[in-house]
């Protein structure tokens, strides 16, 4: 069964990785490239490490209600996903890929949060788009990102480019700084301790929904 689901999951994601080659110019992709590695020498992709305190927050869902981890580790240990937004594609697969086995990893008390700096409305459409049966939190202003240490501004030359193909993050976000989380998987214990941190400068890299479902069994 787990094997099953980290191939699917990585497939997808290497699919996703060819279809941006063949569509983009070789200009961007050296762009994207060379943005990748400023973030991995300023060691921004480190972010809160494994023993570290997980800093609490209280979030608002699609519909309205409160999201806090302090009130969800009650119930068992959580997953918190930080993730770009709805018009990124690796993000919409890593999702859908943690909805896949959201009953398997609720069997061992785990709860699953994904939260982004987009606006309400855009997590709502990203919730209803692949049904996902977790809270999706909008994190205005990066507030929680900036808690843990993920977050990266993006350059002028990145800005134009986004723009260039209708992304333009004022619009998704509500905010003008265009600064986004990197994607980061953290996994809090009930006692609210970080167990496991994956961040990754990379945006084409996820952390396989399957290997959290053993790690949580493990806790």
């Not at 787990?2 to 569509?23: G, I, N, R, S």
């Not at 994207?32 to 590695?37: M, Q, V």
């Not at 723009?163 to 600064?179: A, G, K, M, T, Y």
Request: net charge negative.
């Amino acid at each position: 069964m787990t094997k099953k689901h980290v191939q699917k999951l990585q497939a997808a994601l290497d699919e996703a990785t060819l279809q941006m080659k063949q569509a983009l110019p070789v200009e961007v992709l050296e762009a994207f490239g060379i943005a990748i590695e400023q973030i991995r020498e300023t060691g921004l992709s480190k972010g809160l490490g494994i023993g570290a305190k997980a800093p609490d927050f209280t979030l608002t869902s699609m519909d309205g209600k409160s999201i806090s981890l302090s009130e969800e580790l009650k119930n068992g240990p959580v997953v918190l996903v930080f993730y770009r937004g709805i018009w990124c594609p690796f993000c919409n697969l890593e999702l859908r890929a943690y909805e896949q086995i959201i009953d398997e990893i609720e069997a061992v008390d785990g709860r699953v949060i994904a939260i982004s700096p987009q606006t309400a409305e855009y997590s709502r459409a990203m919730q209803e788009k692949h049904e996902l049966r977790f809270p999706v939190g909008s994190d205005l202003h990066n507030q929680t990102a900036k808690k843990y240490q993920i977050t990266a501004q993006m350059s002028e030359q990145l800005r134009q480019i986004y723009q260039s193909v209708d992304i333009s993050l004022d619009v998704f976000n509500e905010d003008h700084s265009w600064e986004l989380p990197l994607p980061a998987t953290y996994i809090i214990d009930r006692e609210g301790i970080i167990r496991f941190a994956s961040v990754d400068a990379d945006y084409k890299k996820r952390l396989e929904p399957s290997e959290v479902l053993i790690l949580l069994q493990s806790l």
